[in-house]
């Protein structure tokens, strides 16, 4: 009787698994070592970066497409295709950030001013030619006008954002809002301005997600999706079989990836088609 009863657990066991992995769908797996940064755009094409900054442009199938290298490499801190036109890199370690076309073709690159900006930490493209910069020289929010070269806009963050480590670990524009994820604390929400509105709970240190109203990333193997208006959060368990670091949605895929590797779905066919 006893093994009869052991043999159903494990056959529900086994039909759980299958299901939530039937759930999910097929997947497309790209091989790719000392993947660095992943970011999608509006097109569904998938662009990654390696540790020595080179990018590579995917589509939404996993077919390679094209790349580029820079003249100076380096690690980038930050990625960004998500533009409806550019598509925006920065390093830190070069001080040095890029804007490229659809087609990864430089057409802005340059130096931070170290007049106008001492040591820029994490930088992200705004609206109308500008840059946000976290500039940790002087602990401040910066909005930098790379086309006539000049600070427009210098908000002291250690004011603003009062009792904070300011252990910025990025920085995103998106929906006309800045978004600060700051180690321990959350995800600190500002308007275009530089004004504070909220903090969010997210409990990583990830790069932001987003996917319509949400914050999206990774925590004990669930999607966590924070919608920044309401506050309410959903969670969804990843797929069976895989250990990604980190998701990101858009309205044709759901990738998840590590430091080797990027897992595509087909966002119709798994649990987040309802968003």
Do not use: H
């Not at 990018?55 to 690690?75: M, T, V």
């Not at 390093?91 to 430089?106: A, G, H, K, M, V």
């Not at 914050?215 to 999706?225: G, S």
């Not at 990604?244 to 895929?253: F, G, L, S, W």
Request: charged share 25%; proline share 3%; with cysteine.
């Amino acid at each position: 009787m006893k093994f009869r009863v052991l043999i159903l657990l494990l056959s529900c066991i086994s039909l759980q698994s299958f299901c939530q992995n039937e759930s999910w769908g097929d997947f497309i797996k790209i091989d790719f070592p000392k993947l660095d940064q992943l970011s999608l755009d509006n097109q569904g094409f998938i662009f990654l970066a390696d540790l020595e900054g080179n990018i590579y442009q995917y589509d939404r199938n996993g077919k390679f497409i094209n790349n580029f290298s820079p003249a100076r490499q380096g690690s980038l801190s930050q990625l960004e295709a998500f533009w409806t036109v550019n598509i925006f890199t920065f390093s830190t370690d070069l001080q040095e950030y890029r804007i490229l076309n659809r087609f990864i073709i430089p057409i802005a690159e340059n130096r931070f001013p170290m007049d106008l900006v001492g040591l820029a930490k994490m930088a992200t493209l705004g609206n109308n030619n500008v840059i946000w910069v976290y500039d940790e020289t002087d602990l401040s929010l910066k909005q930098f006008d790379y086309i006539r070269g000049r600070i427009i806009q210098n908000q002291p963050l250690n004011l603003i954002l009062d009792r904070s480590s300011l252990e910025i670990t990025d920085i995103k524009e998106y929906q006309n809002l800045l978004f600060l994820n700051i180690r321990d604390e959350g995800v600190f929400v500002l308007d275009n301005q530089g004004n504070f509105i909220k903090r969010i709970k997210v409990e990583s240190d990830q790069k932001i997600g987003f996917w319509k109203s949400n914050v999206v990333y990774l925590k004990d193997k669930k999607i966590n999706l924070v919608n920044f208006q309401s506050d309410e959060t959903e969670e969804i368990e990843v797929p069976i079989g895989i250990e990604p670091k980190a998701v990101r949605i858009n309205r044709n895929n759901v990738l998840f990836f590590d430091s080797n590797q990027v897992w595509i779905y087909n966002k119709s066919e798994t649990p987040l088609d309802k968003f």
